[in-house]
């Protein structure tokens, strides 16, 4: 999953992410990017 900016990606796309990390530090930083990325208000649809 790396830093998340696939799910992040997918998140403005609007489409379903799935991923796996190994480190837990990564996986945070990961899941608080997408997290804010869905929550996150699209301007334009």
Same mark, same amino acid.
């Given at each position: $999953? *790396?830093?998340g900016t696939t *799910? =992040?990606?997918?998140a403005? $796309? !609007?489409k379903t992410?799935? !991923?796996i %990390?190994? %480190? @837990?530090k990564y996986?945070?930083?990961?899941c608080?990017?997408? %997290?804010d990325a869905y929550?996150? =208000? @699209?301007l334009f649809e």
């Open positions: $999953m *790396g830093s *799910g =992040v990606a997918c403005n $796309m !609007g992410f799935y !991923g %990390e190994r %480190e @837990r996986f945070d930083i990961a608080k990017r997408i %997290e929550r996150q =208000v @699209r």
